[in-house]
Each structure stands twice: as C-alpha cells, then as structure tokens.
C-alpha cells in the first residue's frame, strides 16, 4: 500500500476486526471489497489486502482462509495475469514471496498443475513461487514435484529452463541427498540419448552447485549398496517401514479421536453457551416485566390524584400533572428501548447459534476428512503388505530356480568329466 494513497474504509475495518479477532467479520468485508472492484482496481485491492494482513497479529491466519477457501484464487490470478503484461505478474508474485516462506502448504497442491499449464507464463510463475518456497521455513520433499520440475529442464522456452535450474539448485541447498539421487538416476535414464546432451549439461551444473563431486559419487555408491542388500536385509527394512506405517496410522486414529473428543466438548460449551443466552433473555425480560409495572402504578397515582383534585382550579394542577406525564413518557421510551435491546439481543443470540453451528460442521467435515484419509492409507497399507508378500515370494522363486539351475549345471560339468576321463581311459 503507497503511502501517498487514502486508506479506504474497508482497510481501516479490516484492520480493526483483525486486532480485535475477529477473522469472520474481516473475511467478509474482504470478500465484499474485492468482490464489487472491477477489473482494474482489483488486483490494486487484492495488493492493498495481502499488504495490510501481513503487517498484522493474526493477519497471516485471515490470509491462510482467503486463500485457502479460493476467495484470493492463486491459479486463476496467475492464469489471467499470464495474459497481461509481466510487470504486474512480477509484482504479483513479489506480492506472494512473503506467504509463500511462510505458510508454504498454500502453494504446494497447486505448483504440479501449474508446471504442467499450456502457458509459459504460468508455468514460470509456478517455478517462481517454487523458488521462494525452498527458500523459505520449509523443505520440499516431495519427488513427484521435484520430477515435474525436473521435466521442465527439456521445456521449449529458454526462460523456463533457467527457472527450473534455480528451482532444483534452491531445494538441493536443503536436501542434497535427495535432489543428488533424484538428478542422478534421470541422467542414467536418458544416457543413451544423444538430443539429451543441453539436459545432462544443466543436470552436471545443478549437481556441482549443490554438493563437491566426491560426495556425489558417495551417494551414488550408497544407492548401488542399498540395491546390493541381501534378501534378509530387505525383508528386515520391509518390516521396519510396516511398522512405521502401523505407528503412523495409529497416530492418525488417536489424531481423529482426539478432534472427537474436541467435538463433544465444544458442543457441551455451545450448549452452555445456549443456556446462559436464555437466562440473560429472561433477566432483560424481567426487567421489562418490572418496567412496565412501574408505568401502570404511576398512571394509577395520577388517576386517583384527578378524582381528588375534583372541581378545583386548573391553574393548580398543570406541574404535578405534567411532571407525572413527563414520568410516564420517560418510561414508555425506556421500555421501547428495552424491546429494542432484546430484539438485538436475540438477533445476536440468533447469529451466534448460527456461528457456532457452521464451526460444529466445518469440525464434523474435518474429521470425516481425516476419517476417509484414513481409510484410505489403510487400503494402500494393505495393497503395500499383498505388493511386499508377493515380492517376496517372488526373490524366493527365483532363488530357488537359480539353485536348480547351478545344481544342473554342475551336474552337466561332472557328467562331462566322467566322459573325458571314459575317453582318456
């Protein structure tokens, strides 16, 4: 945001909602503000909106929704700014540098897509974003992506192969062993590919930069040994990763039934919650009761004060009469204001009810999620033991054909022998 420009109201709100905590409020009135821009003025409001909540106590979280539940929508900002000129894209996604450090996981489910995009200028924002990931609190582990983006070295646009290098370059900085496998076993794939030389070049490049040639070769052979392993060893590092896998469903399912056990005490304090808002209703409707009692007491008063004044003159009366209806007045106004003060009370209590109830399903839908996850990882378990048994069953077959196979050919060699030495006899 310039320093030079107003601050429009929505900005002032949304900065107030957000120290006071309350992120709903503040989602809306930006959702509201960026929704009504038009074409022009939004990404100077989108711009406006990323700068202030990152200046902010908890702006970071509003952020994570917005971008989260696609109402700041990263894919298609960069599939329509791809289209206008790269000085906005570039400081859109100077914009993103910050939350991309930061809170990394917003980016990552998108990046493959995007890297695989028809457009090139999608494709190099996407390596872009990558490159202001790894080089932020988090390490990219993931080999699919690190592949995707390894595929990009043999892209047809030269920009986008000098992209992909730093982006290789910058998460090897974190996990050189993996970047060195990964590099290493592509090379041997496209070895006997003589159109493949510019790739093994950038390949070499990226390597030299990230590890010394010694410690290459280290993790090469350790690769080969690892291949080497004797059936038992296998079997032993099949069984260490069943376990790994057993502990972590297990700490999956505690997980689930930890947000169960949340579940069932927020919805003890949402009832709680509903019973303390009925009390208060029933106070402020006490008092109305007592109110309204007060005013048919004092109307009573002036009733009989009229029946005793009787024939008496009117130029005695007027004060104590006006004063008694000026009483009454006060109080009727008082009492609507009181109506009043309950029909917002209830309104608040209606919203709140309604708060609570959509954070009770966005919970349920939560744990239903980790739920099917969980079942799934379960069925790929199962799928990875049947795969192990069958490799297994597999490495004995062959060991036992290749036994046989050696017995019959030294049975072969002896047969042999026993001819040679018939024949010399």
């Known amino acids: 945001m310039n320093d030079d420009k107003i601050e429009p109201i929505e900005i002032s ?68 700014l791809s289209k206008k000129d790269s000085v906005l894209r570039y400081t859109f996604l100077l914009l993103l540098k910050t939350i991309c450090e930061k809170e990394c996981d917003l980016f990552l489910p998108y990046s493959e897509d995007l890297l695989n995009s028809e457009d090139p200028n999608v494709r190099e924002a996407a390596l872009q974003l990558l490159i202001y990931m790894a080089g932020g609190e988090a390490t990219i582990d993931d080999e699919v992506l690190i592949k995707v983006v390894l595929i990009r070295l043999s892209d047809d646009k030269e920009f986008i192969i000098e992209k992909a290098i730093q982006v290789l370059k910058a998460i090897g900085q974190r996990s050189p062993r993996l970047i060195t496998k990964i590099l290493t076993e592509y090379a041997k794939e496209i070895s006997d590919i003589p159109e493949n030389e510019d790739i093994k070049e950038s390949i070499d490049q990226i390597l030299k930069s990230i590890v010394s040639v010694d410690k290459i070769e280290a993790i ?49 304090e949402i009832k709680k919650r509903k019973l303390e808002l009925v009390e208060k209703e029933k106070e402020i409707e006490e008092k109305v009761i007592q109110k309204k009692e007060e005013v048919l007491k004092l109307k009573e008063e002036i009733l009989e004060k009229e029946s005793e004044i009787g024939d008496q003159p009117e130029k005695k009366i007027p004060k104590k009469l006006k004063k008694k209806e000026e009483e009454i007045k006060d109080k009727e106004i008082e009492l609507k204001k009181k109506d009043l003060e309950i029909k917002k009370k209830k309104l608040e209590i209606e919203e709140k009810e309604k708060e609570l109830e959509e954070k009770e399903i966005l919970e349920r839908e939560k744990t239903l999620k980790l739920k099917e996850e969980l079942m799934e990882k379960e069925k790929e378990l199962s799928q990875v033991e049947l795969e192990l048994k069958q490799k297994s069953i597999e490495q004995k077959e062959q060991k036992i054909k290749d036994d046989e196979r050696k017995r019959v050919e030294e049975e072969l060699k002896k047969d042999a022998q026993k001819e040679e030495e018939n024949k010399e006899d």
């Open 13 to 80: 709100q949304i900065k107030d909602f957000v120290n006071d905590g309350r992120f709903d409020d503040a989602v809306q009135i930006i959702a509201l503000y960026i929704g009504d821009a038009t074409e022009e003025k939004y990404l100077d409001r989108l711009e406006d909106i990323i700068e202030t909540l990152l200046t902010l106590h908890g702006g970071r979280t509003v952020l994570r929704f917005l971008i989260e539940n696609l109402i700041i929508d990263i894919p298609s900002l960069l599939e329509s």
């Open 220 to 268: 090469v052979e350790e690769e080969i040994i690892k291949k080497e392993t004797s059936e038992d060893e296998i079997e032993k590092l099949e069984l260490r990763q069943e376990e790994k896998k057993e502990i972590s469903l297990e700490k999956e399912e505690s997980e689930i039934l930890n947000k169960e056990f949340e579940l069932k005490k927020k919805e003890l």
